[in-house]
């Protein structure tokens, strides 16, 4: 299960959720998808429509007087507006009670001088009879199919039937409340009125009919014969482009020439009208008019094909499915996340621009990013147990800066081995058997001491970077230059293994206190290439090192006791630390199962005496024993005694009763000066 839950494919689950909330469009997700068109269709330059869009302010209210207007006003304002040169006004206000003062037919004569276009509101009931919407429907079986209101307000029958066009005023906010497309024409008692957008363009082109082609899904297709089709969806709607921008004025600062343009008047005076909610923000219900009107005059043809849903859904699907194969490779998983964002955002853009096609570019975005979130979520979720479990297992033998470096390349610890040198060292105690009897039977107390002495020791190997391997009994191994690199191994192992003698001074010094007789201490330190890896099964594992080099550091951690000295290393151990040790030469040994010979060496405490008199002379012995000179050579270790501030007395002691032993057993002419070990 946990192997399930943190595989990268599981985001696939993700995917499905994410493809199934796309496929049922909540009304959020649907929302969020408008907004994003709101951004394709307002992001272009604006453009001029020709339009003008005549504001019935506060200073016109001050010319004309209080609202609304008596309709003489009416009539002059129609009759001022094509004195300064409109083809065609659209007067946005509604009518539906004669006028208190008595101005009809002062207005109505004068929409019979010129063409004007009037509104009537589709509503919840109906009033006055509306004029004749002069449209030829094909197929009237399935009007049904668009949108229908219980009824019209319609103006009052003079003004009615003077107008040149009446138009219905509607709109069809989306589920946001903000109006993004115009239905061009509703039903209402079973017959069909255009919209005042729609009729306004009929009568600019001066054609009788607008005809509309209906089918079992609605409508199939607007035109005005004069005119080219209009492309709608199902329900008559057309989108705005919010891009086009009428040209707006007062209605007491007229211009000189409104140069055949169409005028829409509409009221914008605090209290009187009302803003629509749009892309744009509000705006005032002529202007929004205007711009419907716009438009359809320059043939902006904006469209959400019937087959962008299943083709996005498809998109979404693929693009997620080829990044779930890619993040296996982190760089071009995170790489397939920012081209597929791009090329979506880049790729609707170039639809909207090229075609005027709307696709959403969100929900694919939305998605790939929550799938990859779900695949690197998983992956990092994995890659951090992996880390803890890499500090689990090598917390307690090294130090945390080194396993810090080893969660961050956890490829280090593959399970195999590399051929590295190291510095390998054993050590052991000495005296065991005294502190085991003064303990008895009291095992626990036993295991106590114990566990304290190994605390203090392993301290130190930890706080020098090195890898403690294992606890064998009272033994430890631990080993430098791996598996990080440490280009000063050597030194790192004997500095180590000289603090661990001064720790041990201090920890007998304390339980002295407490009765427990001393401890000792042997180390062996050993430099070779040896291979150095994670060995084991794939169950279980150990990193560790193995090689002839291992064995030997193990074998002069035991020469130790023989020697007479708590530190024993190998030739190149030696080699590499005496720029800064006092490393003192001990023997040529060959270890049980070995004939070749090596040099066996030990490095002395730091101080600040100068050891080079005593140096030399302790190497003038070893040539003088070589050379089978027993006199000679027992005499030079008799004046050693108490050289090297006596830290080498021991072994001189021991190396005395070799000499006298070769002197009663002379190994003959053809001794080669090795000592051959008959024991481990």
Known sequence: MKKILLSPWL???????????????????????????????????????????????????EQYGQWPF??????????????????????????PEPDRLGGDDALARAMQKYPVVLTNAAGQYSKNTPKNPGAVVLNPEYLDRIIGYPGIIANIPVLENSAAGVGSVHTLPEVDGVNRRIPLVVTANEKLY?????????????????????????VEKIRIPKFSAISTDNYSRIWIDWRQWNISTSLSELPNDFHGAIVVVGPTAAGIGNPVPTSVG????????????????????????DWADGAEIAIIML?????????????????????????????????????????????????VIVVALHAYGVKFVSEFLQKQQIKKQFGTYLSPAMVEKLQKNPELLALGGESRELSIMFTDVRGFTSISEHYGKDVQGLTKIMNRYMTAMTAKIIENNGTLDKYIGDAQMAFWNAPLNEPNHAKMAVKTALEMLGSLDAFNKEVGCEGVPPFGMGIGINTDVVVVGNMGSTQRFDYTC????????SRLEGQSK?????????????????????????????????????DVYTVLSQTEHNYNADLAKHQQMLAEYRLRNWCQAR???????????GQMDHYYELWLDRIAYLEQNDPGTGWDGVTKLTTK
Request: charged share 15%.
């Open 11 to 61: 985001a696939t689950v993700t995917l499905l959720l994410a493809l199934a909330v796309r496929i049922v469009d909540p009304t959020f997700v649907e929302s969020v998808r408008l907004r994003y068109f709101d951004t394709l269709i307002t992001a272009q330059e604006p453009v001029s429509t020709g339009i003008y869009t005549v504001n019935i302010d506060e200073k016109s209210l």
């Open 70 to 95: 008596d309709r003489r006003s009416y009539a002059h304002i129609i009759d001022t507006l094509y004195q300064h040169g409109a083809g065609l006004v659209v007067l946005n206000v509604l009518m």
């Open 194 to 218: 255009p919209s005042l957008g729609i009729e306004t363009l009929r009568v600019a082109a001066n054609d009788s009919t607008v005809q509309i082609k209906l089918n079992e899904l609605g």
């Open 282 to 305: 509000a705006v005032w219900p002529h202007e929004l008019q205007g711009t419907v009107i716009g438009t359809m005059v320059h043939g902006i043809n904006i469209q959400r094909p």
């Open 319 to 367: 693009s997620a499915l080829l990044l779930l194969f890619l993040t296996r490779w982190v760089y071009a998983g995170l790489g397939s996340v920012v081209t597929l964002i791009i090329a979506s955002i880049w790729g609707s853009h170039f639809l909207y621009h090229n075609y005027l096609w709307l696709f959403d570019s969100t929900a694919l975005v939305v998605t």
């Open 546 to 553: 193995l090689g002839d080099g291992v064995n030997l550091a």
């Open 562 to 598: 023989p020697f007479g000295v708590k530190i024993v290393i190998g030739s190149r151990t030696a080699e590499q630390v005496q720029d800064e040790y006092t490393v003192v030469e001990l023997d040529t040994i060959a270890v049980k199962g070995k004939t070749e010979g090596v």
């Open 635 to 645: 005499l030079l270790t008799h004046e050693l005694v108490g050289a090297f501030g």
